[in-house]
C-alpha cells in the first residue's frame, strides 16, 4: 500500500554544471536548450503557475514557477517509444532552483518524471528538488521496459511552490560498448558512462559509495598486524559498503552498553582483515551482575551482515552492494576488501535487577584470539508500554503469520493493519455475507503472537463498494480504474447506487458483530487507503464509505491514510486515527506549528508513516522510528512493507522485479527468519520513542519543583533532535544513543521519588 505515492529521490548527482566531458548518445528530445523558445513543448499550469523563456547561462532557458499548490506546472514532450523500449535512458540537464518548499503531499516537489506506459498502466521514474541551488548539471539514468507503447517526460513543480529553470536539457540512450553474460538472465555491459547489469531486460547502473574521508591513512598497530585484524566500529553500521576501511578513531578495545529490563539491544562492531582470514569466530560470553545475577550468553542473538545486492531506491535502475541481511554468526572467512559486520542482539528479561554486569566477547582467527571486555548496565527502570506502532502485513495464508507476529512484537510494534486479508463476499438474496475464516486465522496468529492492542482491519483494499455493485449485478454501470492490479468502479459523488447504501451498512454491522462475538480485540475499520487528491475517486469513495460505516455503527473506530491538514480535514469527523508522513511536519518550527493546531483540535489520533522497507539504512530508520514521531508529536506510527519473508537465494533477487523487494526480514534454510539492518533500526527507533513516552509518563506524575525539571529535560530532549529539513553535523547513532541514556536518568531520578511516595 501507498507504494505508488511515494516518488523517490532516485539516481541524481549534482556536478558543477561547467565541467564534465560531452557523452556520445542518440538524442531523444527536441529544442531542449530553449533556443526555439517553447516549441517542441506542451505547457500545463494552475491559475498561480508561470512558464516563460528567458535568458540563461548558455542563451534561453525555461522559467516555471508557482505560488499555487491546487496543481502542477509542467513542461511536457512525448518521447518515441520505439527509440527506448528495453533501453537504457540518460537525463542531463542544467538546473537551478529557488525556494522550493514541499507541498501538500510528500510527492508535492520540483521534479522531472518520465512517465512510460506498457500498454496496461503506467511507470513513473524522477527525480525530486527542494529548497535552493545555484545553476548545476543534473545527472540521472532510468531505465525502460521492453514492452513500452508511450513515454512522457514532464519538468516542472508537482502541486508546490518556488521556481526552478531548466537549460540544455539532454536525454539520450548511451553508447553501448561490449556486453557479457554473468548469470541466467543477467548481462554486464559496459556503456560510456558506467557498467551496467542487464537483469530480465532491467538494466541497473553499478554504482560505488564514496570513501569516507580520512585524514591519514590507517596504519596498523603491531598488535593488529600480529592478530591480522582491527576491531572497530562505525557511526552507521549500514555504511561498511565494501572497500570500507577503519579510521583510527573508530577502533576499540572494549564494548559498552545500555539496556533496561524487557528491552532488546543491538552491539555492534566490525572486523577488518590485515590480510585474507580462512576461520574467524565471534562469541559473547554470559554476563555477571550484581548478587550472583547472570545473563546467560543465550542472552544474545549472534548475527553478522551479509553482503548482497540490492536497488539504491524502490524504483531505482542503480545498484550497489550493501551488508543489508544480518544471519546466524558462524565461522567465517573474512578479506580486507569486505569488512564483517557483527550483531549481537541483547535481550534483558523484565525481570532482571539493575545494575552493572561484565562479560567478554571473544574472537578467534586463523589461531589468534581476543577477548574484548564488555559492560552492561541495566538502569533501575520501568519502561512504560509507548505509543502505538503498527506494521503494515500483507498475507493470504495465516501458516506462518505467528511466526511473523512474534517477530514484530519483538521488534517493538505494538499491532498490525491486517491488510488484504482475504474476507470473500457472496450474495444471499439482499444481503452480502462476509466469509470470516481467513480473518478469523489471523487474530488467533496475533493473540499467539502476544499482541493485544487494537488493530486496523483492511480485508476489501479500496474495493467493497466494487464487490457490491459486482455482487448485485451493477457493475456495468461504472468506469473502472486499475489501482494495485485490482479493478475500482469508479463514481461521482450521489451516484452510488442508493440501494446498496444499506448493503454497505449491513456489511460493516457484519464485520462489528463477528469480532465482538469472535472476541477480537478492538478493531480500526479501514475501508479506503490514501485520498489524498481532494477531487479523485478515492475521496469521493471516502466521504461514501466512511460516512455509512459511521451510520452503521457510530461507535466503530476509523482509521485512514492522509497526508496533509487540508485532506484531514475534509473526512472530518469520519476518522478517528489518520496517518500522515511524519518528516514534513519536522522539517522546520513553521511546519510543524501546521499540524499542531490541528492535532489539538481533530478530536482524534494523527499517527506518522513512511516507507522505510524501501531503504537498506539503520540509522534513517531508527531516526524515522523514533526520534522524529517524538518531535512531531504524533500519537502513533505506521510503516509500509511486504512483511511476508521470503527466502534470499540468488544473488540478483532484487534485480528481478519491478519493484524493490520492500521486505523488513527474509527465510534461512531452516525456516528462521533473518533480519535486515534496517528492521534492526526500526527496533531501536521504536526503543527510542519507547523511553520518551516513559520520560512524559514520569513527568506526568511528578509534581512541583520535581515536575518542572522534568519539564525541561523534555524540552531539551525535543530541542536535540533536528528537524529533518537540515543537514546538522555530528547528528546520528551515538548522539541518539547519548540522548537515550539522558532520558534514562531523569526517568530513574523520577520513579525513584515517586516510589518513595
Excluded at 66 to 90: C, F, H, M, N, W
Excluded at 720 to 744: D, F, H, V
Amino acid at each position: 500500500m501507498a507504494k505508488a505515492k511515494v516518488l523517490l529521490l532516485v539516481c541524481c548527482c549534482l556536478v558543477s554544471w561547467f565541467g564534465g566531458k560531452a557523452r556520445a548518445g542518440e538524442e531523444l528530445l527536441r529544442n531542449g536548450g530553449f533556443d526555439g523558445g517553447l516549441e517542441g513543448w506542451q505547457t500545463v499550469k494552475p491559475p498561480g503557475g508561470t512558464i516563460s523563456v528567458v535568458p540563461g547561462p548558455r542563451g534561453n532557458c525555461a522559467r516555471l514557477s508557482s505560488s499555487d499548490q491546487s496543481g502542477s506546472t509542467y513542461l511536457i514532450q512525448a518521447v518515441d517509444p520505439e527509440r527506448i523500449k528495453g533501453k537504457r535512458l540518460r537525463f542531463e540537464p542544467l538546473m537551478k532552483a529557488e525556494d522550493v518548499v514541499m507541498g501538500p503531499h510528500p510527492y508535492s516537489q520540483a521534479k522531472a518524471t518520465l512517465v512510460w506506459n506498457d500498454g496496461e498502466a503506467d511507470h513513473e521514474t524522477e527525480i525530486d528538488f527542494l529548497h535552493s541551488f545555484d545553476w548545476r548539471k543534473i545527472s540521472a539514468v532510468w531505465s525502460v521496459g521492453t514492452n513500452c507503447t508511450s513515454a512522457t517526460l514532464y519538468l516542472g513543480m508537482h502541486t508546490t511552490p518556488g521556481t526552478v529553470w531548466f537549460d540544455d536539457v539532454t536525454f539520450t540512450v548511451p553508447e553501448l560498448r561490449s556486453k557479457q553474460a554473468v548469470a541466467e538472465g543477467v548481462e554486464r555491459r559496459v556503456y560510456d558512462d558506467g557498467v551496467v547489469l542487464r537483469v530480465d531486460g532491467r538494466e541497473f547502473l553499478e554504482v560505488q559509495p564514496k570513501p569516507r574521508p580520512a585524514s591519514t591513512p590507517f596504519e596498523p598497530t603491531p598488535a593488529e598486524t600480529a592478530r591480522k585484524l582491527v576491531i572497530f566500529r562505525t557511526e552507521n553500521p549500514s555504511a561498511l559498503f565494501p572497500g570500507a576501511v577503519p579510521s583510527r578513531g573508530e577502533v576499540i578495545d572494549s564494548l559498552q552498553l545500555m539496556a533496561a529490563p524487557g528491552q532488546y539491544e543491538p552491539l555492534t562492531f566490525a572486523l577488518y582483515a590485515l590480510r585474507p582470514l580462512s576461520k574467524v569466530t565471534v562469541t559473547p560470553s554470559a554476563l555477571q551482575g550484581p548478587a550472583g545475577a547472570t545473563l546467560p550468553a543465550e542472552a544474545f542473538d549472534a548475527r553478522m551482515g551479509r553482503y548482497v545486492l540490492q536497488r539504491t531506491g524502490y524504483t531505482s535502475p542503480e545498484c550497489h552492494v550493501v551488508p543489508k541481511l544480518l544471519a546466524k554468526s558462524a565461522t567465517a572467512r573474512i578479506t580486507p576488501e569486505r569488512p564483517q559486520l557483527y550483531w549481537l542482539a541483547l535481550h534483558v528479561p523484565a525481570d532482571t535487577p539493575p545494575g552493572d554486569y561484565k562479560g567478554t566477547v571473544d574472537i578467534e582467527a586463523d589461531g589468534a584470539a581476543v577477548s574484548l571486555p564488555l559492560a552492561l548496565r541495566v538502569p533501575s527502570l520501568r519502561l512504560a508500554k509507548g505509543k502505538p506502532w503498527t506494521l503494515y502485513f500483507y498475507n493470504s495464508n495465516p501458516k506462518d503469520a505467528e511466526l511473523y507476529f512474534r517477530d514484530m512484537r519483538e521488534h517493538g510494534m505494538t499491532s498490525v493493519i491486517l491488510a488484504q486479508v482475504p474476507a470473500p463476499l457472496r450474495r444471499e438474496g439482499d444481503r452480502a455475507v462476509v466469509d470470516f475464516t481467513s480473518s478469523d486465522a489471523f487474530v488467533e496468529a496475533y493473540r499467539k503472537g502476544g499482541f493485544t492492542d487494537p488493530l486496523v482491519y483492511n480485508p476489501f483494499h479500496d474495493r467493497l463498494a466494487t464487490i457490491l455493485l459486482e455482487q448485485f449485478g451493477l457493475a456495468d454501470c461504472y468506469p473502472t480504474v486499475v489501482n494495485y492490479g485490482q479493478t475500482i468502479r469508479i463514481f461521482e459523488e450521489g451516484e452510488y447506487p442508493q440501494s446498496l447504501h444499506e448493503t454497505y451498512r449491513q456489511v460493516v454491522r457484519d464485520v462489528h458483530e463477528h469480532a465482538k462475538q469472535a472476541q477480537w480485540p478492538p478493531t480500526l475499520f479501514y475501508p479506503v487507503d490514501e485520498p489524498n487528491d481532494p477531487g479523485g475517486w478515492r475521496m469521493t469513495a471516502s466521504k461514501l464509505e466512511y460516512r455509512l460505516t459511521r451510520e452503521a455503527v457510530p461507535t466503530a473506530r476509523t482509521f485512514c491514510t492522509v497526508y496533509s491538514v487540508p485532506i484531514m480535514e475534509l473526512l472530518d469527523p469520519l476518522l478517528d486515527v489518520r496517518a500522515c508522513p511524519v518528516a514534513p511536519m519536522v522539517v522546520d518550527e513553521e511546519a510543524l506549528k501546521g499540524f499542531q493546531p490541528y492535532l489539538q483540535r481533530a478530536g482524534g489520533e494523527i499517527w506518522g508513516i513512511d516507507w522505510p522497507a524501501m531503504w537498506d539504512d539503520f540509522w534513517q530508520a531508527r531516526e524515522f522510528a523514533g526520534l522524529l514521531p517524538a518531535k512531531a508529536g504524533v500519537t502513533g506510527m505506521t510503516a509500509w512493507t511486504y512483511y511476508t519473508p521470503g527466502p534470499f537465494t540468488d544473488e540478483y533477487d532484487d534485480l528481478r522485479r519491478e519493484y524493490k523487494r520492500c521486505l523488513f526480514a527474509y527465510r534461512d534454510s531452516d525456516g528462521g527468519l533473518i533480519p535486515t539492518v534496517t528492521w534492526e533500526g526500526m527496533r531501536a527507533g521504536a526503543t527510542d520513542w519507547r523511553y520518551f513516552a516513559t520520560l512524559q509518563e514520569a513527568v506526568a506524575s511528578a509534581t512541583g519543583a520535581e515536575h518542572d525539571r522534568g519539564m525541561r529535560v523534555l524540552s531539551e530532549v525535543l530541542a536535540a533532535i533536528p528537524w529533518s529539513g537540515r543537514q546538522t553535523p555530528g547528528w546520528g547513532n551515538a548522539r541518539a544513543t547519548r540522548l537515550r541514556e539522558r532520558m534514562a536518568e531523569e526517568i530513574v531520578h523520577l520513579q525513584r521519588l515517586q516510589s518513595q511516595g
